[in-house]
């Protein structure tokens, strides 16, 4: 993702990648950049994120980790996108910041999706 425009993107940690999405970073899942760096790593992309590769089992997979967001402290944590992908920032009104979801995060580890949490 660096090397194709995403000069920003996070290193894995734990085996997963949390995006702190600020709308008009290169982060911006919407934006151009993101986009293409997206498109030229499709083969790189872990099994859960955007919408390749996802499945049913997938798909059960990140609902049982939000589910337990919520259970657990992040009552406004958001469903996942129809394409699989998860959204957490200012405008979804859940800080990732926040102890109450880093408290969560801990809790839901098991559950999290390959690449999120």
Do not use: H
């Not at 990648?17 to 498109?39: H, M, N, T, V, Y």
């Amino acid at each position: 993702m660096r090397e194709n425009g995403v000069p920003s993107f996070p290193d894995p940690v734990d085996g997963r990648i949390q995006l702190r999405i600020e709308p008009g970073s290169d982060l911006d899942p919407e934006g151009e950049p993101f986009k293409k760096a997206q498109q030229a790593c499709k083969d790189l992309e872990p099994a859960g994120l955007g919408n390749a590769g996802q499945n049913g089992e997938q798909q059960g997979r990140v609902l049982k980790w939000v589910a337990c967001m919520r259970q657990n402290g992040v009552p406004n944590m958001p469903d996942p996108q129809a394409d699989g992908k998860m959204l957490v920032g200012p405008d979804t009104g859940v800080d990732p910041e926040s102890p109450a979801y880093k408290d969560a995060e801990t809790k839901c580890r098991d559950l999290a999706p390959g690449g999120l949490g």
